[in-house]
């Protein structure tokens, strides 16, 4: 049975769950983080638990996704507690009495995390408000969550002019690394003539050491195919595509679940919520190549062919799928939506800076004491997330620098601490916002080395298509490779820089373009660790170089 | 018609699988996924296979298979060993692990042992970097490896008798 | 169809508002340099060596991609402009083997002659010297990866004015290489009509009639036009 949801509904399912609730909730992380420390043993060892004590009417044992702390996990988190949630720590199968004993306020003796660490404390969860709380796999928690009100509210309410508005209000960016304006894409995609159009959620994920988007599609499917809803409403297109990793299987498995429930309950499909307004989501499973994180490089994945990009104008919003206008967007951009229309465009403009709005979520990893994942509010400054929430660097090392952007980013030096999280100001820095990749490297780290990381990195990436890129990582690689071997001199990394101009300036797509600045922002700020490794300039050839 | 004149049963498993993308051209990604799960890689006849029931041209297939490092043309290791060399691993020293696990199995990453039993590939970033360095053992993702633990994983691959658990 | 009027090096120059830039230019008589564009056949963007600047936009725009518009100022000749082209090429002759004295193209080959005129009398990069073979198994013609600069010219004139689909692009990067069906012997091809389009296409020595030794490989690109015009214009050019 499709497309007989009504608003009523939702609140009936939503009641219905509720009353199935238990006084006390046992969530077991079950991401892919946990996943790898054996979390589904571990449910599997709660459920046993619960049920050999009898427990079953007052405990219950749920699945639910990313919880953030990914450093420390497993994790398990007690709600209905006297005083406040317990979250424990680096769970095992084995713990499960001790857990249950929790429960009944006896002593457990087990690791627990601190709630009021800054980890926690500083977080804005926006985005991520449902992350390991709700049971990703079934809707009807995402519906008592208060799900698919938002789309309600826009399918009866709202015209999408006024929603495109309201996105443009609530000065949302995009969050799949360049930080365009979306209500204004939106605009743009709603305004182009078309029998047709397309709305592509972009999960492709690419920056080598980031998982926001993975966490968010892992732990609340919804949220994302909510806000695609709202899209496609929005600029008036039928059809959405969710790129995702095939290195992502869980969040492809779950997806796929909840595209099937959500069908089954007529939130997607035709006639969504008795208006005319039909919409269907299909995924389509990457293969293993960064470059179709690029938009016109995804849209030719998409259809089936090689994924190179193509010059543009005409940009996708336009000319996108099959010819047709098409929306891009990032999963964690789609995730924003449904908060913003149901708390309102002026509520998400008061977060964040004058021009970076709202919150953003950060892998933060690397050689930093708390790994996880985290939302802060933009204009939060790196050290409060470096420091007070990362716990600086590990065993007492010092915190060098910590790098943003992938590879197409930079390394930020710890003098910089103080830069404020927003769009501008990472810019301004030599790196960027990125997707949300933040690697902290200590005092350990050799810069020239992390520079040829990225630049192997992306010559292996590269697509081929045009010569600056295809060519001039290759050079520009063993150009590093001769640095770092003590074998190059003054005029290698002359070459070098020119050869950084040269591709940033030529190359096609932004993979090319973007791909020198790991090695200028760390010539920028650690040129000294480039000329230790120099050779003097052998005499008598320093006549050839006059051009 | 028979899907294939081998009569191997996966080509019907594809065959079905085509059809539900009404052997449209642009599935062909869709199409190779399915190829290589049922598979484990994708041979010439295969992707010949894929490019008649598409009505693509050959090259069209080979261009799009070889475009994408997840699929592989040659047939892998009874076991797989994935490293991930993405930015979080690789400065938590996952080239180290890489470099033990090459020593150890006498092959480069992207190659399999002479006796199929291991092939050792890389990644770039699958997603787990909070717990890096990560390696995926047959499927299964393993947290916070240092040399020794995925040295002692391919010993225990290696001799399967001594591994009874 | 509506005019736009736009400045090209300094020039006045009017051009139906369908125009590319680089179309524009060379109705104008200004040359702008190109190694992936081919007449009639849709372009790539690809070699990036006819990219021109233009006033009020940051990027530098490929000629061959880039419309017409009104009040348009390009520049299609400055120092930065060459030097970008000048390094390209280096980039392209450090990439592959590229041993002018021996090959079937010298003297009427295109990288060739934009390296000249580029003034380039060395490389600075250093030559990768990759190992490329030649297939030799189709009875009249040749394909020398070694010499292939994959502008995908052949690829295009063979998908897009042939075609037969027979030829693409395999792998990616700098690993990328052109390869007939099943990247099989260009001579078991099933799909290849033997027209010989790629080879008057291509712009340097990798695709050669067999037969031909140092310097005979010159094409006649006419023929080429001539029936690019014909099925996608319907035209019939004879010369007279
Ligand atoms: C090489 C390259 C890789 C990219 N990878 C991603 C990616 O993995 N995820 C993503 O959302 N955007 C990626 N982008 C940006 C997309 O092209 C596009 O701008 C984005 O998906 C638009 O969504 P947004 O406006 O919501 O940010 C990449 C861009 C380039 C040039
Ligand atoms: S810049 Fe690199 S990835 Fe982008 S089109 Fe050119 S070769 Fe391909
Ligand atoms: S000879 Fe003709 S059909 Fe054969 S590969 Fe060349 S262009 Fe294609
Ligand atoms: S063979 Fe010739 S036409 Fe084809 S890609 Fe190579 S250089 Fe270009
Ligand atoms: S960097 Fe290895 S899992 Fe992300
Ligand atoms: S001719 Fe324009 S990019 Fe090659």
């Given amino acids: 049975m499709e497309g007989t949801m009504q608003g009523d509904d939702l609140a009936a399912i939503a009641e219905k769950h509720q009353g199935s609730r238990r006084k006390y909730c046992l969530r077991t992380c079950m991401s892919a983080g946990c996943m790898s420390s054996r979390a589904d043993a571990i449910k599997k060892g709660l459920d046993a638990e619960v049920k050999a004590q009898g427990l079953e009417g007052e405990v219950e044992v749920r699945r639910v996704g990313c919880m953030g702390f990914c450093g420390l996990g497993p994790l398990v988190g007690l709600d209905g507690m006297k005083e406040r949630e317990i979250l424990f720590e680096h769970v095992t199968p084995e713990d499960a009495p001790a857990i249950i004993r929790a429960v009944q306020a006896k002593d457990h003796g087990l690791q627990v995390a601190d709630p009021d660490h800054p980890f926690f404390s500083k977080q804005m969860r926006v985005v991520r408000a449902n992350g390991g709380i709700i049971d990703p796999e079934r809707i009807e928690d995402y519906v008592a969550a208060n799900g698919y009100r938002a789309l309600y509210h826009v399918l009866t309410d709202i015209r999408p002019a006024e929603v495109v508005e309201e996105i443009t209000r609530s000065g949302l960016r995009g969050r799949g690394g360049a930080g365009f304006p979306t209500g204004l894409k939106w605009g743009t995609v709603a305004k182009s003539p078309g029998a047709r159009k397309f709305v592509v959620c972009n999960g492709d994920e690419g920056d080598p050491g980031a998982y926001m988007d993975r966490s968010i599609l892992e732990s609340d499917p919804h949220l994302v195919l909510e806000g695609m809803a709202i899209a496609a409403y929005a600029v008036g297109a039928d059809q959405g595509f969710l790129y995702v990793r095939a290195e992502y299987p869980l969040a492809i498995s779950r997806l796929q679940t909840a595209i099937r429930q959500a069908k089954q309950l007529g939130l997607l499909g035709g006639g969504i919520f008795e208006t005319p307004f039909t919409f269907n989501v299909d995924i389509r499973i990457g293969a293993g190549a960064f470059v179709c994180g690029e938009e016109t490089a995804l849209m030719a994945s998409v259809e089936g062919r090689r994924g190179t990009p193509r010059p543009r104008p005409p940009f996708p919003a336009e000319r996108g799928l099959w010819g047709c206008p098409t929306l891009i967007n990032n999963v964690e951009t789609f995730a924003n939506i449904v908060p913003i229309i149901n708390r309102g465009a002026a509520w998400y403009a008061g977060i964040g800076t004058e021009r970076s709005k709202g919150t953003k979520v950060f892998a933060l990893t690397g050689k930093v004491q708390n790994n996880g994942l985290i939302e802060v509010p933009m204009g939060i400054t790196l050290r409060q997330i470096v420091e007070e929430m990362g716990g600086g660097a590990i065993g007492g090392a010092k915190v060098k620098a910590v790098q943003t952007g992938g590879p197409s980013g930079g390394c930020i030096p710890a003098e910089y601490l103080d830069t404020s999280v927003d769009y501008e100001s990472l810019t301004k820095l030599g790196s960027i916002m990125g997707s949300g990749g933040m690697v902290v490297m200590d005092d350990s780290t050799n810069m020239v080395e992390i520079a040829r990381f990225y630049m192997d990195f992306c010559r292996d990436e590269s697509c081929g298509k045009c010569i600056p890129c295809r060519a001039g990582t290759v050079q520009m690689f063993e150009l590093l490779e001769k640095i770092l071997s003590r074998k190059a001199t003054a005029r290698d990394i002359a070459m070098l820089e020119e050869l950084c101009d040269l591709v940033k300036h030529t190359s096609l797509c932004g993979l090319g373009q973007t791909a020198p600045n790991p090695v200028l922002s760390t010539l920028r700020f650690f040129r000294n660790e480039y000329t230790e490794l120099l050779q003097p300039e052998p005499a008598g050839e320093c006549a050839a170089s006059g051009q | 018609m028979t899907a294939h004149a081998s009569g191997d049963k996966r080509f019907k498993i594809l065959e079905a699988h085509i059809k539900k993308f009404q052997a449209r051209q642009d599935a062909l990604i869709e199409v190779l996924h399915k190829a290589q799960e049922l598979f484990g890689y994708l041979e010439d006849d295969l992707l010949l296979f894929v490019a008649h029931r598409l009505k693509l041209p050959p090259s069209r297939v080979y261009g799009v298979a070889t475009f994408y490092h997840f699929f592989c043309l040659k047939p892998q290791g009874a076991h797989t060993c994935v490293v991930c060399l993405g930015t979080a691993c690789y400065v938590k020293g996952s080239a180290k692990v890489l470099a033990a696990a090459e020593a150890a199995a006498g092959i480069k990453s992207g190659e399999t042992t002479p006796d199929s039993q291991l092939s050792l590939l890389t990644a770039r970033c699958i997603g787990a970097c909070a717990i890096a360095p990560a390696v995926v053992y047959d499927g299964q993702v393993a947290a916070k490896q240092t040399p020794e633990m995925v040295l002692a994983q391919l010993e225990k691959w290696r001799e399967p008798c001594k591994a009874t658990t | ?240």
């Fill in chain 3, 1 to 240: 169809m509506a005019a736009k009027t736009l400045k090209i090096d300094g020039r006045q120059v009017s051009a139906a508002e369908d125009t590319t830039v680089l179309d524009a230019a060379a109705e104008a008589g200004i040359r702008i340099p190109t190694l992936c564009h081919l007449e009639g056949v849709y372009d790539a963007g690809a070699c990036r060596l006819c990219l021109v600047e233009v006033a009020g936009t940051a990027k530098l725009l490929p000629a061959c991609t880039t419309l017409v518009a009104e009040g348009m100022e390009v520049v299609t000749q400055s120092d930065r402009l060459r030097r970008y082209r000048r390094m390209t090429l280096e980039l392209l002759l450090a990439e592959r083997n590229h041993v002018c004295a021996v090959c079937v193209a010298n003297g009427h080959c295109e990288l060739q002659s934009l390296a000249s005129e580029h003034g380039i009398d060395h490389v600075r990069y250093d030559y990768r010297f990759p190992r490329w073979g030649v297939d030799a198994t189709h009875p009249r013609f040749g394909l020398d990866h070694n010499r292939c600069i994959l502008c995908t010219r052949c690829v295009r004139v063979c998908w897009h004015i042939e075609g037969a689909g027979t030829k693409n692009v395999a792998g990616r990067g700098a690993k990328s290489f052109i390869i007939d069906d099943l990247n099989q012997p260009w001579g078991d091809s099933e799909s290849c009509t033997s027209c010989g389009k790629c080879v008057l296409a291509c712009p340097t020595g990798a695709l050669f009639d067999r037969g031909s030794t140092v310097g005979e490989m010159e094409r006649d690109r006419t023929k080429l036009e001539f029936i690019v015009n014909a099925r996608e214009k319907k035209q019939w050019i004879v010369s007279e």
